[in-house]
């Protein structure tokens, strides 16, 4: 291959990993693979629902400007992003649950302060860096490197096994659960309503180390609140 093959080669493969719509379809891949070979809990059809709504959301986005359509004050799209941030949250926390039971109880409330914190987090990004949707869903793979890397090794026990081949899926399928969570709600709103008046300027990596960083910080309130959870549920 020559020179100038490698070079539009490297280009190709660069563009390619900046599109969302190819970390989607892998994650789709990946999810469709899991429900394959480990089925799921009774509550596991919840999880397609959800990307169903978002891929909708975004086709009808793009040819019919769905978003444009719907105008909001600033303040109605703040309560806005957050019902729609922790309602697809804990609905995608059922296909997680045995029952509905589970989800009810005391201690099952404790992901919803970690999704609540997610979304304050999130937010005050939103509003000093002007992140876009894509920027997002990126930063959801940034939070999705961290559950599966640092607080639950899924994505290191997948490279460590004999299936190591299979990790860019089970990536995708992290980046694609966190990136439903994380952008939901501007499938509804544009992201634009919550920005603030002012723009810090940063790079786009900058943008996806603050958000591994801040995610990081709601999963130790995560973990902070479990035990809080097992203390007063003795």
């Given amino acids: 291959m020559s020179q100038y093959g490698e070079e539009n080669f490297l280009i190709m493969i660069s563009r390619l990993l900046r599109n969302i719509k190819f970390w989607c379809l892998l994650g789709v891949a990946g999810?469709?693979?899991l429900?394959?070979?480990?089925g799921g809990g009774p509550y596991w059809l919840t999880e397609p629902f959800l990307y169903l709504i978002f891929f909708i959301g975004l086709w009808l986005d793009s040819h019919y400007h769905f978003r444009e359509r719907i105008t909001l004050s600033r303040g109605k799209a703040v309560f806005l992003y957050f019902v729609i941030f922790?309602?697809?949250a804990m609905v995608y926390e059922t296909t997680l649950s045995p029952s509905l039971a589970s989800l009810e109880s005391f201690s099952g409330y404790h992901m919803?302060?970690?999704?609540?914190?997610?979304?304050?987090?999130n937010l005050f990004l939103i509003r000093r860096y002007h992140y876009t949707f894509k920027e997002l869903y990126f930063a959801a793979?940034?939070?999705?490197?961290?559950?599966?890397v640092v607080f639950n090794g899924a994505l290191i026990v997948v490279l460590l096994s004999p299936t190591f081949?299979?990790?860019?899926?089970a990536?995708?399928?992290y980046m694609l659960v966190y990136g439903v969570i994380f952008c939901m709600p501007f499938i509804f709103i544009r992201e634009e309503l919550l920005w603030g008046p002012v723009e810090t300027t940063i790079s786009f990596w900058r943008k996806m180390l603050y958000a591994?960083?801040?995610t990081f910080f709601g999963w130790l309130i995560w973990v902070g609140w479990i035990q809080i959870v097992d203390v007063l549920s003795r």
Avoid: D, M, Q
Wanted: glycine letters at 6%; charged letters at 5%.
């Fill in 212 to 214: 591994f960083i801040l």
């Fill in 141 to 148: 793979g940034a939070a999705s490197l961290l559950e599966g």
């Fill in 35 to 38: 429900w394959i070979t480990s």
């Fill in 171 to 173: 990536f995708a399928h």
């Fill in 86 to 88: 922790l309602a697809t």
């Fill in 165 to 169: 081949f299979l990790a860019p899926l």
């Fill in 31 to 33: 999810a469709a693979l």
């Fill in 112 to 121: 919803f302060v970690s999704y609540l914190a997610f979304a304050i987090f």
